[in-house]
């Protein structure tokens, strides 16, 4: 990467959430600010510390905050609930304690970059004399609802056929982040996404990790009407963009360890868009009857379509045995635990990516010119998923039927129609503009290009 250090060097103390699908974009964002010369400390909680694998993250300084659970992760806490009290307490603590390492270590803070998730980390930073920065790993259409909410400027429960929001689209309630269209169904997680904006004012800088073209509707609402914010993504790894930081190729940070030989083997024996590659991320957890749906539906196209499915080791009991043990005996198929991404869904076998709509995953898709199967299953996903179909026109939604599963008859037509049907090749044109402009964003010049460059500018004047 570029970057040089001098004496008056600005840096930047990052701090995810602490799950991969947070990790990720923050880790890549700190890569872009080192490559135009900033120093960037990742701070990780210690289990995390002691149980990812963590591959040379280059010039990323990597060092660690509590949330009281060292030895056993957050699987230890007796709830989410405590977990969330915990991680404050216990990680503004040691948060505070970081920063006063590092500037009596010669390494001065001049800014705590933070994830939308932990505003406690706003205090800490302005009790410590910091500039606070909040990073959302969301879109801004997402976070524009919760703000609605928490502002009590949108009536709970959600009423009528329709609702509407500033900059947005119309939406159906169960197209709204599923915290607020099914209320009571976690408390403890709704809370932690409106409380995302109880001293969002006091920030001194609001990143979102998007790019203007894919929402400028909202972008631009929001920057009029709330705060001013900089969209400063994709934040994917480089290679996949603009190529600008040749040593760029993956994220480095991993919960779960990828079996790549596996993947590339396999996929390097399979025809160009002949694999549909299925995968729900690092977090959601699909009930046993909607895994026997998708099984039953990738059986009956395997002669059509190949499909590589990624199962964490936690969910392959759901599967059923007989689809297990026909899939270990046909090359059609393969099920992995994990893998890298980005390098499946860049091989010229994969037609489609069928996926749970996580932003990381659907920014990843767009990146790569990958069409979607929109399955979603909670949080920002419904958002996510209604975006994808009918504003950026990258993908289908396979809707559940009325017991909320999505049937093997649905999965199956939405499958054919993005590999090789008439709205398939639509969603295939949309997808490859979509992925110029997400290039011409991060490229030099382009519109998150201009905003981390201004970001840097500032924050270099604010420590001479």
């Known amino acids: 990467m570029e970057g040089s250090e001098t004496h008056d060097q600005a840096h930047v103390l990052v701090v995810p959430y602490p799950v991969q699908g947070h990790i990720n974009p923050m880790l890549q964002f700190s890569k872009r600010l080192v490559s135009k010369g900033v120093r ?6 210690v289990y995390l510390s002691k149980s990812m694998h963590m591959e040379p993250t280059g010039p990323i300084e990597i060092d660690t905050i509590s949330d009281g659970y060292d030895e056993g992760g957050s699987a230890a806490a007796e709830s989410f609930e405590a977990q969330q009290m915990n991680l404050q307490v216990v990680g503004s603590r040691t948060l505070h304690s970081l920063i006063q390492r590092l500037d009596e270590s010669g390494k001065p803070v001049h800014a705590v970059i933070y994830d939308g998730f932990l505003p406690w980390a706003l205090d800490v930073a302005k009790e410590c004399g910091k500039l606070g920065v909040v990073f959302f790993t969301q879109t801004c259409a997402v976070n524009n609802i919760y703000y609605h909410v928490k502002k009590g400027l949108v009536e709970l429960p959600l009423k009528g056929p329709r609702v509407s929001f500033p900059g947005l689209p119309p939406l159906d309630p169960s197209e709204t982040p599923s915290f607020i269209y099914i209320l009571g169904s976690y408390p403890a997680i709704y809370n932690m996404v409106v409380d995302q904006f109880v001293n969002v004012e006091d920030a001194d800088y609001v990143l979102f990790n998007t790019f203007y073209e894919l929402e400028k509707e909202v972008a631009d609402w929001m920057n009029s009407n709330l705060w001013p914010l900089k969209t400063i993504g994709p934040t994917v790894p480089s290679m996949y963009l603009d190529r600008r930081l040749e040593d760029d190729r993956d994220y480095t940070l991993n919960l779960f360890k990828p079996n790549n030989d596996a993947c590339a083997s396999w996929l390097g024996r399979k025809p160009p868009r002949s694999v549909i590659y299925v995968s729900f991320g690092s977090m959601a957890e699909l009930p046993a009857q909607q895994m026997a749906e998708l099984a039953a539906a990738l059986s009956h196209n395997r002669h059509r379509y190949n499909f590589l499915w990624i199962i964490r080791e936690s969910e392959m009991p759901k599967l059923p045995l007989e689809f297990i043990k026909s899939t270990s005996e046909d090359e059609c198929g393969l099920i992995l635990p994990w893998c890298s991404q980005l390098e499946v869904l860049r091989h010229d076998s994969i037609g489609g990516f069928l996926t749970h709509c996580g932003l990381n995953s659907v920014l990843e898709a767009i990146c ?33 039927n009325k017991d909320g599963l999505v049937g093997r008859e649905e999965l ?37 290009d201009r905003n981390i460059d201004e970001f840097v500018a500032k924050l270099s004047s604010s420590c001479k």
């Open 40 to 45: 960037a400390t990742l701070a990780v909680t």
């Open 368 to 400: 790569v010119g990958v069409p979607l199967v929109a399955v979603p299953q909670w949080t920002d996903q419904p958002t996510n998923a209604k975006y994808v179909e009918d504003v950026w026109g990258t993908g289908l939604r396979a809707r559940p």
């Open 412 to 448: 199956g037509l939405c499958i054919e129609e993005v590999m090789e049907g008439e709205k398939g090749k639509v969603i295939r044109e949309n997808v490859k503009k979509w992925k110029n402009l997400a290039i011409e964003a991060m490229d030099e010049g382009g519109s998150s």
